[in-house]
T-cell receptor, first 114, second 113 residues
Framework: DQQVKQNSPSLSVQEGRISILNCDYT??????FLWYKKYPAEGPTFLIS?????DKNEDGRFTVFLNKSAKHLSLHIVPSQPGDSAVYFC?????????????FGQGTRLTINP | NAGVTQTPKFQVLKTGQSMTLQCAQD?????MYWYRQDPGMGLRLIYY???????DKGEVPNGYNVSRLNKREFSLRLESAAPSQTSVYFC????????????FGQGTRLTVV
């Protein structure tokens, strides 16, 4: 049962335009959400996060929006740059019996075209 | 500062063989995780550990065992490897604070033939 879902396997965006990556979750117990970026043959690296008590967090070109009622979050990248081409994973965290469970979505491959 | 270190980086096993994937972190993190990455499936949680001596099953624990012998190390064991376990395995660690990110190792690419 996939608790975190990224329904778009791929996304292609023109350089300079906005990239919007989406993520849905099913578990109301999740209290912290993260986005990771992954290049081939490397481990995922942290990009930006948001706690469940907020609806927006911004860091430079990256903004994450959280809609708790819809159980939906999105990552906006503006302006998009060629170096942003990578696989992006959405993740959600919940405290389960004292341990911090961290689950990921399937990933979205973002391609920025010059 | 090495962060999260995984060994080996690559491994080929025959069906039925056993092996242990090693993971160590030097950030004094309490929580550690093992994931596998497969095309179209994303990162799936195999096992996680809140502290030394405690482990919990994730989404896909069947066919795996783990050991958290100390705070630094969290190993993943395949007792009898199967071709379905061909994957890239990632270890991660995370500080105990509520709202922090996890740090990942570089991955182990395992092929079972």
């Amino acid at each position: 049962d996939q608790q975190v879902k990224q329904n778009s396997p791929s996304l292609s965006v023109q350089e300079g335009r906005i990239s919007i990556l989406n993520c849905d979750y099913t578990n109301s117990m999740f209290d912290y959400f993260l986005w990771y970026k992954k290049y081939p043959a490397e481990g995922p690296t942290f990009l930006i996060s948001i706690s469940s008590i907020k609806d927006k967090n911004e860091d430079g070109r990256f903004t994450v929006f959280l809609n708790k009622s819809a159980k939906h979050l999105s990552l906006h990248i503006v302006p998009s740059q060629p170096g942003d081409s990578a696989v992006y994973f959405c993740a959600a965290s919940a405290r389960v019996q004292g341990a911090q469970k961290l689950v990921f979505g399937q990933g979205t491959r973002l391609t920025i075209n010059p | 500062n090495a962060g999260v270190t995984q060994t080996p980086k690559f491994q080929v096993l025959k069906t039925g063989q056993s092996m242990t994937l090693q993971c160590a972190q030097d950030m004094n993190h309490n929580s550690m995780y093992w994931y596998r990455q497969d095309p179209g499936m994303g990162l799936r949680l195999i096992y996680y550990s809140a502290s030394e001596g405690t482990t919990d099953k994730g989404e896909v624990p069947n066919g795996y065992n783990v050991s958290r012998l100390n705070k630094r190390e969290f190993s993943l064991r395949l007792e009898s490897a199967a071709p379905s376990q061909t994957s890239v395995y990632f270890c991660a660690s995370r500080a105990p604070s509520l709202w922090v990110e996890a740090f990942f190792g570089q991955g182990t690419r395992l092929t079972v033939v």
